[in-house]
């Protein structure tokens, strides 16, 4: 037995099995941790102890499958060890792992400082009031200053970092306040630590002014520029607004443009313009959208700050300078760093244009310290004028003046949409603790206390203006279209009201037919009535047929036609109808002389079935073609004396009508005017359709459009109106006058007459609105000649 193994004994009751009946004994069953062991003892027991039991059996099974377990065991635990993770994954998927990784942390990282940065801003937003501050530097005594011993005059608080005292010759002290204090030993690193937060706001998309004011040789070129060695703002500005930009990079897209200028004796100066160049002259004009812009100023896209160095060089060595007892190389003029930030939302599309100012002021030394003459004193003259010019613009706006008087000098004209208002300004205020500057430094530091006196409203974020010029062309395009919306909808209503009252008139004007159709039915039943009243009478009136021939004939003698009766004595001419009056009882007899068949006017759509004669009067062959016809039948006259008084007299429009003469009645006889007898002559001679009497009208027309074999003649002469002679013109001359010896006597128609007219049917219809009147009738010889 392994001695090292352990053991533990338990006693197995004793009895009988109840399934096999085989007798328990108690044993000593010992149980080994180890079960290859434990395994092997029961089987070395086994034969000594006699027949093996049930549950030894059991337990040997069961240390035969833990052993079989145990060796898959240890060879999954092999195959395990054999794989490593690249085998799983492969190197791509951790390398991308990897940097992910290095990412979550960066962003991670980033979002804690932004998180943090935001609030300080947002404080530092509420604490500014307006957006405009300052801060103050004071430079170190400079190597002449000690040698002439002279001493500070400036102390400033151990505790607080925006206070300072001036020590007067007296020993009084002036204390100032301001954002910021910076001592003679503050570096240029702690400097912009200060001015960052409100650099970085022009890629937010406000304006944004810096600018250094302050004694000659107190260090504002040295703030602003600084030594290559020790940069100062404007570059330091340019290499935060690319790194931030550069952060920003997913979420807004940048394009940053610098240009630099001075204003030198009222003059503004490109300086990025190349030296060789002869210098343009650059003027300040007001865009639309009321931002102050120089036209030609050179703009330069600059995409690293290596750039951006240089171009300030560049820059700065074209900048004007001179020397003064003040300051060996003082700057003469102010002179104006702009970097222009174009920035685009990529997530929302909104688009930024700011502009950024540093500014590096001229000296505002007195004149009669620093002893200038001449061309210094000129340029000192101009630079007191544009300072004391910026003064007032700060005056009017610490007193919230109406009127602030940008206009009064270039450099507050530039600055004006980026000083005050809707922008964020910086002021430093540069001073020297020389004793001997004393009164210029009070100067200064009473200026900057007034400048942070003002009180600007918030600032605003500038949009793009050009983006904005394209939404206010939107908003009017939306007005007007709104405008021509509302019109179209009055139109619309004016003209559905309209609608509805002619479909009124139209309802009632059919309710008027309606009664009229009425009536009109009612007055054909009662003409049948008398019609055939009349028929029934004809036999009687034949007889009186050949009297009237007789009395036609002498009626084509009668040159005039007789006048119209007074209305009131003249019988209604019924109303047309297409009534067919029944054939004659009377034989139908040939006759060529009966005039009482007109083509009437309604029978002008000829070819149509309803013609229609008189069944008093037969015509020719010709004139029992089918034709449409109308016919007006005069009732019967009244046989009692009073309507025997009636004068029955011819109507003029016989084209409409078929009249039936009365017997016995020579008025009832239609006269036939010479000029009708004389169309049907012409008529009868082009070959055309003979009719008995035609309407003059109609028969005019039908001479218009019928071939004419003379047509050139007749152009030649007069037009073919003239040669009418129908009813209307009764005045025209009689048949017996020679052609040509008729005069008109209307001044238009001698007009007209003088005019050769060539004749064509357009000429007529073009014509048509000349009244008929004023034409002349030719005599019916003439006529009939030109047939
Ligand atoms: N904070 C400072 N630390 C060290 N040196 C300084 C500091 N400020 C100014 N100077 C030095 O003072 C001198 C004058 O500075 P600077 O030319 O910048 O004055 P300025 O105000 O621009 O004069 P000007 O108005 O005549 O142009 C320079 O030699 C500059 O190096």
């Given at each position: ?55 030894l ?35 791509d998927?951790?390398?991308?792992l ?22 300080r ?28 011993g ?15 005292q ?7 002290k ?58 100062g ?7 935060e ?46 865009a ?24 300030l ?13 003040a ?10 760093l ?8 990529l ?19 007195r ?40 206009r ?42 007034r ?67 009425s ?54 001419l019924?109303?047309?109808t ?20 007109f ?33 007006a ?27 039936r ?11 036939l ?38 047509y ?56 048509k609105?000349i ?17």
């Amino acid at each position: 037995m392994d001695q090292t193994a352990e053991m533990s004994s338990e006693k197995f009751n004793t009895g009988s099995d109840p399934f096999t009946g085989i007798v328990l004994e108690p044993i000593e069953t010992t149980y080994f941790e180890d079960e290859d062991t434990l395994s092997n003892n029961i089987r070395e027991i086994s034969p000594v102890q006699g027949p093996t039991l049930p549950i030894l059996q059991k337990i040997i099974c069961l240390s035969t499958e833990i052993q079989n377990l145990k060796r898959d065991h240890t060879s999954l635990s092999d195959q395990v060890k054999g794989l490593n993770t690249d085998s799983v994954l492969g190197s791509d998927a951790l390398e991308t792992l990897r940097v992910l990784g290095k990412e979550y942390e960066l962003l991670k990282k980033k979002y804690i400082d932004e998180s943090s940065e935001r609030k300080r801003l947002y404080n530092e937003v509420i604490e500014l009031k307006g957006n405009i501050r300052v801060f103050c530097r004071c430079r170190p005594l400079n190597q002449a200053e000690i040698a002439n011993g002279s001493s500070s005059v400036v102390e400033f608080g151990s505790s607080l970092e925006n206070e300072l005292q001036i020590v007067s010759s007296d020993s009084s002290k002036k204390q100032f306040k301001y954002d910021h204090v910076f001592k003679p030993e503050d570096s240029q690193e702690a400097v912009f630590e200060q001015t960052k937060p409100i650099v970085t706001s022009v890629l937010d998309g406000y304006n944004v002014c810096i600018f250094a004011y302050g004694q000659t040789g107190t260090g504002k070129t040295f703030t602003m520029e600084g030594p290559p060695e020790n940069r100062g703002v404007n570059y330091r500005t340019l290499e935060e607004l690319f790194c931030n930009s550069k952060d920003r990079n997913g979420v807004m897209r940048y394009e940053l443009f610098v240009s630099m200028l001075e204003v030198y004796n009222e003059k503004i100066r490109d300086l990025l313009v190349d030296s060789n160049q002869p210098s343009k002259k650059l003027e300040i004009k007001q865009a639309a959208e009321g931002t102050q812009e120089v036209p030609g100023l050179t703009e330069a896209r600059v995409y690293g700050t290596e750039e951006v160095w240089e171009l300030l060089k560049s820059g700065g060595r074209a900048r004007s300078v001179g020397s003064t007892n003040a300051n060996e190389l003082s700057s003469r003029s102010h002179c104006l760093l702009r970097v222009t930030v174009k920035g685009e939302n990529l997530i929302n599309g909104q688009k930024t244009r700011s502009h950024l100012w540093l500014v590096d002021l001229a000296g505002s030394e007195r004149v009669g310290k620093i002893e200038v003459e001449g061309e210094r004193l000129k340029e000192s003259q101009f630079i007191n004028k544009s300072l004391s010019a910026l003064g007032d613009v700060i005056s009017a706006l610490a007193t919230k003046s109406g009127h602030i008087p940008y206009r009064n000098s270039k450099l507050t004209h530039m600055l004006q949409s980026s000083l005050g208002g809707d922008c964020k300004t910086l002021m430093f205020v540069q001073i020297s603790p020389s004793s001997a500057d004393l009164g210029e430094t009070i100067c200064s530091l009473n200026f900057a206390s007034r400048v942070r006196g003002i009180e600007s409203g918030p600032a605003r974020k500038q949009a793009d203006v050009s983006e904005l010029f394209k939404y206010k062309q939107m908003a009017e395009k939306l007005k007007h279209d709104d405008k021509e919306t509302k019109k179209l909808q009055e139109n619309v209503q004016s003209l559905q009201l309209r609608l509805a009252a002619r479909e009124h008139i139209c309802r009632s004007l059919q309710e008027k037919a309606r009664d009229l159709e009425s009536q009109l039915a009612e007055e054909r039943k009662t003409r049948i009535k008398q019609e055939t009243r009349a028929f029934a009478a004809a036999p009687a009136q034949y007889s009186a047929m050949s009297s009237m021939k007789q009395q036609s004939a002498q009626r084509t003698k009668i040159e005039r036609k007789p006048p119209l009766a007074p209305s009131k004595l003249r019988m209604p001419l019924r109303g047309i109808t297409n009534f067919m009056p029944p054939p004659s009882p009377l034989p139908r007899k040939k006759t060529t002389t009966t005039t009482t068949t007109f083509r009437t006017k309604m029978g002008a759509a000829e070819g149509k079935e309803n013609t229609t004669r008189t069944a008093m009067a037969p015509t020719n062959t010709r004139s029992l073609l089918p034709r449409r016809a109308s016919i007006a039948v005069r009732p019967q006259p009244p046989t009692s004396a009073a309507a025997a008084t009636q004068v029955m007299q011819p109507r003029r429009r016989v084209s409409i009508a078929t009249l039936r003469p009365e017997p016995n009645s020579s008025h009832m006889t239609t006269p036939l005017h010479p000029s009708l007898s004389h169309f049907r002559n012409v008529n009868a001679a082009m070959g055309g359709r003979q009719s008995f009497v035609r309407d003059p009208r109609k028969a005019r027309y039908s001479n218009l459009f019928s071939p004419l074999p003379d047509y050139k003649t007749v152009s030649e002469t007069t037009t073919p109106i003239a040669m009418r002679s129908s009813s209307k013109f009764m005045g025209s001359p009689p048949t017996h006058q020679q052609p040509g010896s008729w005069k008109p006597r209307h001044p238009t128609v001698v007009a007209l007459q003088r005019k050769t007219l060539v004749w064509s049917p357009m000429k007529l219809r073009g014509m048509k609105n000349i009244r008929r009147s004023m034409l002349p009738s030719l005599p019916s010889s003439s006529s009939s000649e030109m047939q």
